[in-house]
């Protein structure tokens, strides 16, 4: 009777570990991509890195990402398409979010999720052109952009009333997630973190991929130089909290050269293919 209660123990002992295995197994990864819709010419390097020169210029690479796997297509950041945003600020080659993702095969339908890093024009002023994706934003950004940005003292640089407007509908139409803080995994391994104060709670993304951890910054770092040079970005609430969101974004990553800027045009130099304004990251 020992004999039986120790093989049944063994038994239940083994089949525990193949069920932990094969859930380690079965872990999503992601295929990562950087997709241009546009590019801003001439734009003033001193308005992303601080203290840079003011004579510097460069032509901006507007960027969202796509990231694929286990059923789901993730999109960090819409773009921009509005005409009353996009009036007068001379972006060329300018193309929807949509028409970005259609480049991988995909329509707007086909989104599963979007994931807004922060609430300027260039980044959240396309989150209803996917019908069935779920919206993830940090919660505070949500309630200071919806509420106090707009109050004597707030601040609301670079945030469309529109887009403020679009998101609250999503949100009464039950298409918002609200993300309560930081290191906060939202969907099996794609994390969002807070602590770049772009905004007054921009959140950056790491997310699994076969070849590492990949960290898309979005506008919580604007170039590689920011990296490189350990400088913080020109417009931030707290240039601190910035560096040190720069530093962690490193340790998260894999290599360096996986934590991706918001708007270097160096991205498809670094990973060229496929190409026609694709990049996947790996």
């Keep these: 009777m020992k004999f039986i209660r120790i093989l049944i123990v063994l038994i239940a002992l083994l089949l525990s570990g193949y069920q932990l295995s094969n859930r380690a197994q079965t872990k999503t990864t992601y295929e990562v991509y950087a997709l ?6 001439n734009f003033p390097v001193s308005g ?5 020169d003011k004579a510097r210029q460069i032509d901006l690479q507007m960027m969202v990402w796509l990231l694929r796997g286990g059923g789901k297509n993730i999109l960090v950041d819409t773009g921009c398409y509005r005409e009353n945003v996009v009036k007068g600020k001379g972006i060329q080659n300018l193309i ?6 259609a480049k991988l095969g995909l329509k707007p339908s086909d989104i599963t999720d979007v994931i807004i890093t922060h609430m300027h024009w ?47 509908k999503l949100n009464t139409a039950g298409k918002v997630g ?14 969002v973190y807070t602590g770049g104060r772009h905004t007054y709670a921009s959140q950056y993304v790491s997310v699994r991929s076969a070849t590492g951890v990949v960290v898309i910054a979005s506008d919580n770092m604007y ?60």
């Design 48 to 52: 992303l890195i601080a203290g840079a």
């Design 122 to 168: 260039d980044h959240a002023d396309g989150m209803d052109l996917f019908p069935n994706a779920k919206i993830w934003i940090q919660k505070d950004e949500y309630a200071y952009y919806t509420g106090a940005a707009w109050q004597t003292g707030g601040k609301h640089g670079g945030i469309e009333p529109d887009d403020v407007l679009t998101v609250v």
């Design 36 to 41: 241009s819709y546009g590019i801003y010419p």
């Design 223 to 282: 170039l590689y130089e920011n990296l490189e040079k350990r400088v913080p970005i020109a417009q931030t609430f707290d240039a601190d909290s910035n560096l040190r969101a720069q530093d962690r974004m490193k340790q998260i990553a894999s290599r360096p050269d996986l934590v991706v800027p918001g708007h270097d045009p160096a991205v498809f130099v670094k990973f060229p293919k496929p190409g026609n304004g694709v990049a996947r990251i790996q």
């Design 96 to 101: 929807k979010a949509s028409a970005a993702v």
């Design 178 to 191: 609200l993300v309560d803080g930081d290191n906060v995994e939202i969907l099996d391994g794609v994390k």
